[in-house]
Structure formats: C-alpha cells, structure tokens
C-alpha cells in the first residue's frame, strides 16, 4: 500500500472553475453534524440537573470560561470574547477529531492525473488543509483588531502601528513596524501551527498504519485525539491573548 | 506563488472556509454555548446568594441568641429587685400595722384608766356624802337633839380636811 500524500487538498469536483477540494467537503460534512446535534440539543429544555449532553457541554463551557477567566482577569471581558474562542474552539477540535474517524483519508477514488494512477480520498480532515487554518487565523486576527477599535477607538488602536517619529521617539516608529510584521506573522504561525500539526499526524497515522495494520496505530490515535485537542485549545488561547493585549490600554 | 501553488492555497476556498467557520461560531454561540453559559452563572449566582443568605441567617441567629440571653438575664434581675422590694415593703406594712395596734392599745387603755379612774373618784365622793349622812345621824342619836344644819355642815368640812389630809 502506498499513499501519496498531497500537501495540499485534492480536489474532488468543479463549481465552474473553482475545485472543491475534500477538506471543504469534509469540513461541510462536520458542519451539518454540529447543527444536527445542536438541533438535538436545543429541542430538549434545559434542566436545572443536567443530563447526558447538557453535561457534556456545561463541562466544556464551565472549562472554557474558567482558563478564559485566568487569561483575561475579567468576566466582563471574557464574556464579550467567549463566542469566538468557545467558537474557534468548537470548530478545530471537531474539525481535528473528524479528521481521525475511520474512512477519512482511505474511503476514495483511483485517478488518473497528468499520466501517472494516483489515489484520491474522498474526506480530508479540514483543518488538514492550510485554506481552512489560513482562513481561521485571518479571522482571529482582524478580529483581534476590530476588537482592539471597539475598545480604543480606532485613531488609538491605528496608533499602535503607525508611530509618528516627530511626535514621539523615532525608536517608537520603528517598533510600530515591527508590530505590523507582527500581526503577519501571527497569521503565518497560527495557520502553519494548525496545519504542520494535523497534517503530520495524517501522515504519522498512514506512516503507522502501513508499516503494522493491526494494534500499532492505536496509541498514534490516542495521541492525535489529545493533539486535536491541544491545537484546539492553543488556537483559542492565543487568539484570546491576542484580544486582550489589543483591546487593552497602552502604557 | 510557486509555494502557494504546492500549499493549495486558493481564495475561494479559504473565503469558504472562513465563511464556515464564522456560520459555525454564530449556530455554537447562539444555540449551544449561549444558554448553557446563562444557566451556569445562573446557577453559580443562586449557589452564590444561598451562600450569602445562609451566612445572614446564621447571624441573625446568634444576634437573636445573644438578645434572648440579655433578655432573660435583665428578667431575671427585674425579679430579684421586684421581689426584694415586695419584702421590704411587706416588712415596712407589717412594721406600721404592728405599731398602729401599739398605739390603739395604748388609747384603749389609757381611757379605760381614766374611766376607772372616774368612777372610783365618784365612788369614793359617794361613799364620802354617804358617811358624812351616817355620822350626822348618828351624832343626832348620840346627842338626842336635832343637829342643826350648821352641824351637818362642820362634819362634812372636817372629813374634806380628813380626807385631803389623808391624801397629801
């Protein structure tokens, strides 16, 4: 069994001349399972003693909220930042762990491309294909600065970056430039993070998977479980850091 | 472009993408984290305030214990005093009552010695005009002979002075 690995997504079919690739179909797919278990959800009242799912996600609220608390040091903040972490969140860590359920990456079609019989697998995890990491980290990064005008006012928060050198320390002018590099490489090292993570454990799993096929790949799965998790969870925090160093006053 | 190329990245896709994904941080917020955040600082407010009440409660508690106590305490003097009082005052009744006897006994008897008195003072007068009478008729036996009225008069001057002479 050989698999060649593409870096990027394969593409599956065409809307006019742009490819849906397998990660935009898996992600969709993951998608429609997150409303359809939220329509779960929502059409049960909510209890005073929670049960079965409304544990689940009262453990995972309560857990988010507290770590979010400790990074913040304010409700007030945390509350008006908790809808995109919990958000970003949510997505990877199902984005991620969808990535691991059998048929991802070996259900697919023998083609046919550019002469030579390559394999094409019909889901991709999304979070495995750096489109969807690059969007996130878009996301979470003009957030932080639409965050950052909401609470400072724009000329203040554009201040940050553009220094003038008459005004203040021509040192300060530079900084400011440094910051904007900055912000870009947020983005770079948000979305590579992200992607290097899952996409290694892709291969990691194949890698496994082809050497022994039997019990072998078993802890690989437990330790891409817990790394889903953790590229979830440093997603989230970094970006929440990164909401409460720009909305917070300059000293 | 050439790392863009082997990466995959095209824009259409990551726009998708990030469209995706702000679709599902709105139905995860809205419909799942929402009410689920609201219900637990709900509940952590209620356990909060049952705390707080519990702790008001407690100490109400000990205040009305504390008054309950002073309370009694101050009855209990109240008592001892109202009581300390009643004795003395029975004591002071009793000791008025007793000397109220005194004195009324002393009247009764003091008249009653006036009156006994009086009446041996009458006795004696009586008895005295009386022997007076006797010894003028007895002088009138002895003699015979009618005492004159200047008789009778001289004897009874002489048993004035007897009399008064005795009582001196």
């Known amino acids: 069994m050989s698999a060649a690995i593409s870096l990027a997504a394969e593409p599956i079919f065409h809307v006019g001349s742009w490819e849906i690739t397998n990660s935009l179909l898996t992600t969709w797919v993951v998608m429609a399972v997150i409303f359809i278990a939220v329509a779960i959800f929502r059409s049960k009242r909510l209890k005073k003693f929670p049960k079965g799912a409304q544990n689940l996600i009262e453990t995972i609220v309560d857990f988010l909220f507290k770590n979010m608390n400790e990074v913040t040091g304010s409700t007030k903040k945390t509350l008006t930042f908790f809808p995109l972490v919990a958000g970003i969140f949510g997505f990877i860590i199902l984005v991620n762990w969808f990535g691991l359920i059998p048929g991802v990456g070996s259900i697919g079609l023998h083609e046919i491309h550019e002469g030579k019989a390559i394999f094409v697998p019909l889901f991709r995890a999304g979070t495995a294909d750096i489109n969807t990491t690059l969007a996130l980290a878009i996301v979470a990064v003009v957030a932080t600065h639409i965050y950052g005008m909401k609470e400072l006012g724009v000329g203040k928060h554009i201040g940050k970056f553009l220094v003038n050198p008459f005004k203040h320390s021509p040192i300060l002018t530079g900084v400011g430039f440094l910051e904007m590099f900055g912000e870009i490489s947020k983005i770079i090292s948000f979305s590579f993070r992200l992607f290097g993570n899952i996409f290694a454990g892709e291969v990691l799993l194949i890698v496994v998977t082809g050497l022994v096929g039997y019990v072998a790949p078993v802890p690989f799965y437990f330790l891409e479980l817990f790394v889903g998790f953790v590229q979830a969870l440093v997603f989230a925090m970094l970006t929440l850091v990164f909401l409460t160093m720009s909305t917070a006053e300059q000293h | 472009m050439e790392l863009l190329e082997k990466f995959g990245i095209d824009w259409r896709t990551l726009i998708a993408q990030a469209v995706n994904f702000l679709i599902v941080v709105v139905v995860l917020w809205k419909f799942a984290y929402k009410p689920v955040l609201k219900l ?82 009458s006795l004696l007068q009586e008895a005295r005009k009386d022997m007076a009478h006797l010894m003028v008729q007895a002088l009138e036996k002895v003699v015979q002979t009618k005492a004159g009225s200047q008789d009778q008069e001289l004897i009874e001057k002489t048993l004035q002075e007897v009399y008064s002479h005795r009582k001196q």
């Not at chain 2, 106590?69 to 002071?92: D, P, S, T, W, Y």
């Not at chain 2, 006994?105 to 009653?112: L, M, R």
């Open chain 2, 40 to 121: 637990l600082q709900d509940r952590s407010k209620r356990v909060e305030k049952s705390i707080k009440d519990a702790e008001h409660i407690e100490k109400r508690l000990q205040k009305i214990e504390a008054t309950q106590k002073e309370m009694i305490k101050k009855a209990e003097a109240e008592g001892q005093n109202i009581l300390k009082a009643a004795e003395v005052q029975a004591q002071e009744q009793s000791a008025a009552a007793m000397e109220k006897t005194r004195a009324e006994v002393k009247t009764v008897v003091t008249k009653a010695k006036k009156e006994i008195q009086a009446a041996k003072d």
